[in-house]
């Protein structure tokens, strides 16, 4: 089993949709929790990290359920520059993180 | 606002060639990684080091692999001997603390290995 699983989409949507992303992750020892966003050829940045309780960022909402093992992200009135590719990522007690191979968005107009 | 940086964006080598790719991290940032990603695939884990030494590797970083600080600002890469499969880009990362903290990723070099 992959250690970050995700639907590599892509997901194609018009402006002003409202997009769901979700992402397993195999390793019941994971601690922290992030969603990074990569635009093509480009680094990996920082979207926002995720909290057992849910937070919220904007129109970027993130839902972490530690006993299904289940990470989303819901992204809500999409724009054109929302179009990249989304990348589930979790580190457990060491420092490494630990990359699902992304999720790709088109918003087109 | 203070990013990491990598240099140089794109180097091109001959299969069985040494190459270095130089990092500056955050200059008050304590932990420093190397990833890389080949063409399609995933971002993957190679190094972290802390306090001058390697605090975890990947099973991808082997012996011709190396990393070093030679001075308080760069954080260098070697491939000592490289492969055509050496071929991705490469990004070095950095961070304040261990968990807590965001790693920030510099804008990678495009390694070509003919």
């Known amino acids: 089993r992959k250690e970050v699983e995700q639907d590599p989409g892509p997901f194609n949507v018009p402006e002003g949709a409202t997009v769901a992303f979700n992402c397993t992750y195999s390793?019941?020892?994971?601690?922290?929790f992030f969603w990074y966003r990569q635009d093509c050829r480009k680094e990996p940045k920082l979207l926002m990290s995720?909290?057992?309780s849910g937070n919220e960022d904007g129109r970027f909402t993130a839902q972490l359920n530690r006993a299904s093992q289940y990470i989303s992200l819901l992204i809500r009135d999409s724009k054109l520059s929302d179009s990249a590719t989304y990348l589930c990522?979790?580190?457990?007690?060491?420092?490494?993180?630990?990359f699902g191979t992304g999720t790709r968005l088109q918003v087109f107009p | 606002e203070p990013e990491v940086t990598q240099t140089p964006s794109h180097q091109v080598t001959q299969m069985g060639q040494e190459v270095i790719l130089r990092c500056v991290p955050i200059?008050?940032?304590?932990?420093f990684y190397w990833y890389r990603q080949i063409l399609g695939q995933k971002v993957e884990f190679l190094v972290s080091?802390?306090?001058?030494?390697?605090?975890?590797k990947s099973e991808i970083f082997d012996d011709q692999f190396s990393v070093e600080r030679p001075d308080g600002s760069n954080f260098t890469l070697k491939i000592r001997s490289t492969k055509l499969e050496d071929s991705a880009m490469y990004f070095c990362?950095?961070?304040?603390?261990?968990?807590?903290?965001?790693?920030?990723f510099g804008p990678g070099t495009r390694l070509l290995v003919l």
């Open positions: 990362a950095s961070s304040g603390s261990r968990l807590q903290e965001t790693q920030y």
């Open positions: 390793n019941s020892a994971s601690q922290s």
């Open positions: 995720v909290y057992s």
């Open positions: 990522v979790v580190n457990t007690y060491t420092d490494k993180l630990i």
């Open positions: 200059s008050n940032h304590l932990y």
């Open positions: 080091f802390y306090n001058n030494e390697i605090s975890e």
